[in-house]
């Protein structure tokens, strides 16, 4: 019989094209045959935001493979009935049409994979058959492991400028596991010839087959098969875990670290790993915890960059019994994943059991649609930060016709750095300039001045929870961080509705740093400040510099840190204008916070 499919391995421009900048359609279609289900989506590669991956698409059929293979009519014989291959061949046709046909993708940008459930069927040939007799010219690729692990790791790492850390991807038939440290490759790679960090992380991963699907029916088992899988997995978990610590040294080191800290008076929570999870499994656990979640309700909806801490990853007690005892719906869990969570925790716990101290868990919306996407881009494509492509502007980046706008936006962008006290170590807080929303905010402080502040300062939070949905390096901390800077500059005035949500991503902006939402509302009034001084967005640097100068210095008081606040402006700004008007924008500064800190402003003319 005519061989239908193609075996992917890590030599992927044998079988994967790559992206082309100078092509005349960027669309791509990627079809992800997983053992849970058959995911479906269209992404938008034009640059220059290539990197950004935006799905203009995307679709789920609840077709479970591996359920497939387990109900077969035979205990020894893994075969897809002819009824899951009837419906599998055509729901591939009609995602071939809808890529084709109503979305304009060239038939050669349209990519099927499939997994662990395809690699173990045996009839896995029948099912091709069908799909090529349904979808002609459908090539359906079945992915090697190694590159299951390394799709599904960079597609969880798609999501970040940067990572550090375990990567494990827990799908129906299987659980990857590798590491990743991007800012060690940079090193790295200057001074070797070997293969990208991406496929050394994929030749150092393990895959084990427990994977959500497999696992609930090992767990319905006798307790004598049961403990013994069980074990099989624990110990598989560990010496995945101790293999990749021999093979990385940034790993060893994190490890040995958390291990000399563990237990001693100097054990700190910024010691530890860091772990990034992926797949259907991991985010129905994710999803749990954002139920239970200290910050309720939770006030972003996307388990994409949701992080938790060590400690409150490890309460599989507390979930399993909010799984059995809740009786209502659970934000992002259906029933089916509801009725595999006692599986999902067995590999958790076994996660947990292997790692020594685990600091933070982030979840992570990419998988390996994402990480063939990446894997077909250039280098340095897949390495730019994200944000950058949108709200941030290099110097490679600007076109002539952005020019006048990035350099009167960057003007803005300095001046406000200069009312941060000169004399105040601030590098641990986040802002809106460290999670590279600057540029984005100072283009915001203008706009909407035609509106009432209310409605803006409400409009800030809501849209900071809801724009851009998806988009690659916006993390939940950095939604919150620009939403309560974004409603300061507006006066932080909202009505009763909104006071959870503003209560809620301030707890959620305190959890990375006790200080953040203090300096979240300070340099938000300080925007409103000069917007207040400047209506209109300054032409050019030298005007900005001109009208307004900031200087700002921290003095240790009695009780508390005092902010002393200088606005030194022209005395052209000051006609018409009440100074008390402005210095008044600052007097319930951290105020909402209950801070030990107090902002005092004065201002000069000049």
């Not at 070797?192 to 393990?206: D, H, I, W």
């Not at 563990?262 to 499994?281: F, H, P, Q």
Request: hydrophobic fraction near 40%.
């Amino acid at each position: 019989m005519e061989i239908l499919a193609d075996i992917i391995t890590l030599n992927l421009e044998e079988k994967m094209p790559r992206w082309n900048p100078t092509s005349s359609n960027h669309l791509h279609a990627l079809v992800d045959m997983g053992s849970n289900g058959i995911r479906f989506s269209i992404s938008d590669l034009s640059p220059p935001q290539t990197r950004l991956l935006k799905c203009i698409y995307r679709e789920r059929a609840a077709i479970s493979l591996f359920d497939a293979l387990s109900g077969s009519s035979s205990p020894t014989a893994l075969t897809f009935p002819e009824d899951t291959i009837r419906l599998v061949s055509k729901t591939l046709a009609r995602f071939k049409a809808i890529a084709v046909d109503d979305y304009g993708v060239p038939p050669s940008q349209v990519m099927v994979f499939a997994t662990e459930a395809m690699r173990k069927a045996q009839n896995a040939t029948q099912m091709l058959a069908a799909i090529r007799l349904e979808a002609p010219d459908l090539a359906v690729h079945i992915l090697a492991p190694q590159v299951e692990t390394l799709f599904g790791s960079v597609g969880a790492r798609s999501g970040f400028a940067d990572v550090k850390g375990l990567f494990l991807d827990l799908g129906g038939g299987s659980v990857q596991m590798t590491y990743m440290d991007t800012y060690a490759a940079r090193l790295d790679d200057r001074d070797q010839q070997g293969p990208e960090y991406e496929v050394r992380a994929a030749l150092s991963g393990v895959s084990l087959p427990f994977g959500a699907a497999r696992l609930i029916k090992i767990l319905e088992n006798n307790d004598e098969v049961r403990s013994a899988e069980i074990s099989t997995l624990n110990n598989g978990m560990a010496e995945a875990f101790k293999r990749l610590c021999s093979m990385f040294p940034s790993l060893a080191d994190t490890v040995s670290v958390a291990q000399t800290q563990k237990g001693s008076n100097n054990d700190s929570e910024s010691a530890g790993l860091d772990v990034y999870l992926c797949g259907g499994g991991f985010r129905g656990y994710g999803s749990m915890l954002m139920h239970n979640d200290p910050v309720q309700p939770y006030p972003i909806p996307s388990i994409g960059s949701y992080t938790v801490s060590g400690q409150l990853f490890a309460k599989t007690k507390d979930m399993i019994n909010v799984n059995k005892t809740f009786e209502g719906k659970i934000f992002g869990m259906s029933k089916r994943r509801r009725s595999q969570f006692p599986a999902i925790v067995t590999v958790v716990e076994a996660l947990i059991a292997a790692v020594p101290k685990i600091r933070s868990v982030t979840f992570c919306s990419g998988g390996n649609r994402e990480g063939a996407l990446m894997m077909k881009l250039p280098r340095e494509v897949r390495e730019s930060n994200p944000l950058h492509q949108i709200y941030d502007f290099p110097e490679s980046k600007i076109s002539p016709s952005q020019e006048p706008l990035v350099q009167r936006l960057r003007a803005v962008v300095d001046k406000l750095l200069t009312a941060f006290p000169d004399n105040l170590d601030l590098t641990k807080t986040t802002t809106v300039f460290t999670v590279h929303l600057g540029h984005l905010f100072a283009s915001q402080i203008w706009e909407g001045m035609g509106n009432d502040s209310d409605l803006n300062a409400a409009a800030a939070l809501h849209n900071a929870i809801t724009q851009d949905a998806g988009l690659p390096g916006l993390t939940h901390l950095a939604r919150a961080v620009y939403g309560l800077t974004l409603c300061a500059r507006w006066g932080g005035g909202i009505g009763p509705i909104d006071q959870q949500l503003y209560q809620n991503l301030k707890a959620l902006a305190d959890s990375s740093n006790p200080d953040t939402a203090f300096w979240a509302g300070y340099i938000g009034t300080v925007a409103a400040a000069l917007a207040w001084l400047i209506p209109a967005l300054p032409k050019s640097r030298d005007v900005l510099d001109k009208l307004v100068r900031f200087r700002c210095v921290a003095e240790t008081g009695k009780k508390k840190l005092e902010i002393h606040l200088e606005i030194s402006i022209c005395e052209k700004l000051a006609q018409g204008v009440t100074m008390q008007d402005v210095i008044d924008l600052f007097k319930d500064v951290g105020k909402r916070s209950n801070d030990k800190k107090v902002v005092a402003t004065a201002i000069q003319l000049r």
